[in-house]
């Protein structure tokens, strides 16, 4: 009997799926980048199904791929920007957050075997305990230390620093996520894969350096548009950018080609899920931790707005019962992505999210709903150029002058935005800290021209929605109440 009780166990385990996840950084949906994926969507994206209402919860990489990782917003996993003191990979994370991760869940409850590879979270390797940390629930781990790199990196191998000085990192990525592959045929595993493209320095691998020498940044309806009726922050000089500048092209190509590692990474992917016979059990996922804006409402380039450029971005998953070249309009965030892989492989867990697992195998309308994007601004006087004509302080942050002194960044250019989304509406609203409000119709204005003027019953509304959900900090509905009596 105890042969039985064994081959049950094993018939078990082969009816859960594997999940490979490759989360790109920094980027882009609006400016086409998914135009340059020719593998990634033709084996990932016509094998399955599209989300087109797919949003990051904040437009800043720390934050995000922690609510990724733990289905729980910013504030609630207190991680608000890329620094250590703004719980980027602080000490509370590790003790607190850390534990109960995707990884950890499942290796906990299913007994999945675990891969991570690449940028883990922005200040990790920093400090508390270095590159010897390693987070609970992985089997083989491959930390990068610190931000985004392509060469000169050091990874934590299962806790061991390690340099690398001329290794190409996407492609150091893929080659211990197929090593890991060849191991994995006869169990379940989970990989995550997180290569450092395209986010800065923009830097491709030695094959893809004289591609697309002509390509220049797309131009969309926001281009170079003076921005009107927006916060402050964005509207700042210059309110039009050089015309004869080529940095902007250069940073979009220099983001393209870094992708085209991660386009072989997903080939090589695929193929040898085909080799070990488990591409038809395995879930595949490609999406990215924030968006990305080149030019748009004259800001030169960088994240960190509420705008469709930075939170709107690229999900496309394929594996069991999807079907192919699927297109779902439904509403979904990346708080959502932890319930739904727990789903897919029977498992419930408190999360600030929901499982989208019954869309991906029905073809229905959607319900409405809302989806909350956050964001803490900040200042920083050391990253102010003293060629810049806005003195030191600490209220504003990146002001250099190859980027013309436009500051990226401002303290009060905190906000939360509700997207309210249905079969026949979509509007963004966003309260700044300071009072400010933005609302947008996305169905009549997709390009976000024309700030709404929203009555006080409309604005008490949206305020409700976010103080029910208790998504807004408490400050910023008290400052706007102020302002609203005035």
């Given at each position: 009997m105890?042969?039985?009780?064994?081959?049950?166990?094993?018939n078990q385990?082969r009816?859960?799926?594997n999940?490979?996840?490759?989360?790109?950084?920094?980027q882009?949906?609006?400016?086409?980048?998914l135009?340059?994926l020719?593998?990634?969507?033709?084996?990932?994206a016509?094998?399955?199904?599209?989300?087109?209402?797919?949003?990051v919860?904040?437009?800043?990489?720390?934050?995000?791929?922690g609510?990724?990782?733990?289905g729980?917003y910013p504030?609630n996993?207190?991680?608000f920007?890329?620094?250590l003191?703004?719980?980027c990979?602080?000490?509370?994370?590790q003790q607190?957050y850390?534990k109960n991760?995707?990884a950890?869940?499942?290796?906990?409850?299913?007994?999945?075997k675990?891969?991570?590879?690449?940028k883990?979270l922005?200040?990790y390797?920093?400090?508390y305990?270095?590159?010897?940390?390693?987070?609970?629930g992985?089997?083989?781990?491959?930390?990068?230390?610190?931000?985004?790199?392509y060469?000169?990196?050091?990874l934590?191998i299962?806790?061991?620093g390690h340099h690398f000085e001329?290794?190409?990192?996407?492609?150091?990525?893929?080659?211990y996520?197929l090593?890991?592959l060849?191991?994995s045929?006869?169990?379940?595993?989970?990989?995550?894969?997180?290569?450092?493209?395209?986010h800065?320095?923009?830097?491709?691998?030695p094959?893809?350096r004289g591609?697309f020498p002509?390509l220049e940044?797309?131009?969309?309806?926001?281009?170079?548009s003076t921005?009107?009726n927006?916060?402050w922050?964005v509207?700042?000089?210059?309110t039009?950018?050089?015309?004869?500048?080529?940095?902007?092209?250069q940073?979009y190509?220099?983001?393209?080609?870094?992708?085209q590692?991660?386009d072989?990474?997903?080939?090589?992917?695929?193929?040898?899920l085909?080799e070990?016979?488990?591409l038809?059990?395995?879930?595949?996922i490609?999406?990215?931790?924030?968006?990305?804006?080149?030019g748009q409402f004259t800001?030169?380039?960088?994240k960190?707005?509420?705008?469709?450029?930075?939170?709107?971005?690229?999900?496309m998953?394929r594996g069991?019962?999807?079907?192919?070249?699927t297109?779902?309009?439904?509403?979904?965030?990346?708080?959502?992505?932890f319930?739904?892989?727990?789903?897919?492989?029977?498992?419930t867990f408190?999360?600030d999210?929901?499982s989208?697992?019954?869309f991906?195998f029905k073809?229905?309308?959607f319900?409405n709903e809302?989806?909350?994007?956050?964001?803490?601004?900040?200042g920083?006087?050391?990253?102010?150029?003293?060629?810049c004509?806005?003195?030191?302080t600490d209220q504003?942050?990146e002001?250099v002058?190859?980027?013309?002194?436009?500051c990226?960044d401002?303290?009060?250019?905190t906000?939360?935005?509700v997207?309210d989304i249905?079969s026949?509406k979509?509007?963004?609203?966003?309260l700044?800290?300071?009072?400010?409000?933005?609302?947008?119709?996305?169905i009549?204005?997709?390009h976000?021209?024309?700030?709404l003027?929203?009555?006080?019953?409309?604005?008490?509304n949206?305020?409700?929605?976010?103080?029910?959900?208790?998504?807004l900090?408490?400050r910023?509905?008290q400052k706007?109440?102020?302002?609203?009596?005035?």
């Open positions: 105890l042969w039985l009780f064994c081959v049950f166990l094993i385990s009816a859960l799926p999940f490979v996840f490759v989360l790109t950084d920094d882009d949906l609006t400016l086409r980048s135009d340059f020719n593998e990634t969507v033709e084996l990932v016509n094998e399955g199904l599209t989300f087109t209402n797919y949003y919860n904040s437009p800043i990489c720390c934050p995000s791929r609510t990724i990782l733990t729980k504030h996993i207190e991680v920007n890329n620094s003191s703004g719980g990979s602080s000490l509370k994370w607190q850390e991760t995707i950890s869940i499942l290796k906990a409850q299913k007994n999945y675990t891969f991570y590879a690449g883990y922005n200040q390797g920093e400090s305990n270095g590159v010897q940390h390693v987070p609970p992985y089997d083989w781990w491959l930390g990068l230390k610190g931000n985004s790199k060469y000169n990196y050091t934590s299962n806790g061991s001329t290794d190409y990192l996407t492609d150091k990525i893929t080659k996520a090593d890991f060849s191991q045929d006869k169990i379940n595993f989970f990989m995550m894969l997180a290569p450092p493209a395209c800065a320095p923009f830097t491709p691998a094959r893809h591609l002509t940044t797309i131009k969309t309806v926001p281009f170079n921005p009107v927006k916060h922050i509207g700042m000089p210059p039009s950018l050089p015309q004869n500048d080529q940095i902007l092209d940073i190509r220099s983001r393209i080609r870094t992708l590692a991660v072989d990474m997903v080939g090589a992917l695929v193929t040898k085909q070990i016979r488990v038809d059990n395995t879930y595949f490609v999406t990215s931790d924030n968006g990305f804006h080149i800001q030169p380039w960088d960190r707005q509420p705008y469709e450029s930075d939170i709107h971005v690229p999900f998953i069991p019962k999807i079907h192919r070249k297109i779902s309009d439904i509403p979904v965030s990346a708080v959502d992505i319930s739904t892989i727990l789903d897919l492989a029977g498992l408190e999360s999210g929901h989208f697992k019954e991906l073809n229905e309308s319900h809302y989806i909350l994007v956050e964001y803490w601004g900040e920083s006087a050391s990253s102010i150029d003293s060629t004509p806005w003195g030191p504003l942050s002001c002058p190859e980027a013309w002194c436009k990226q401002a303290r009060n250019n906000y939360r935005c997207l249905s026949v979509k509007i963004k609203f966003c700044f800290e300071d009072g400010f409000i933005e609302a947008y119709d996305l009549e204005d997709p976000e021209l024309v700030n003027e929203l009555d006080k019953n409309q604005i008490t949206y305020v409700t929605v976010l103080e029910k959900l208790k998504l900090v408490f910023v509905v706007w109440r102020c302002l609203k009596r005035v």
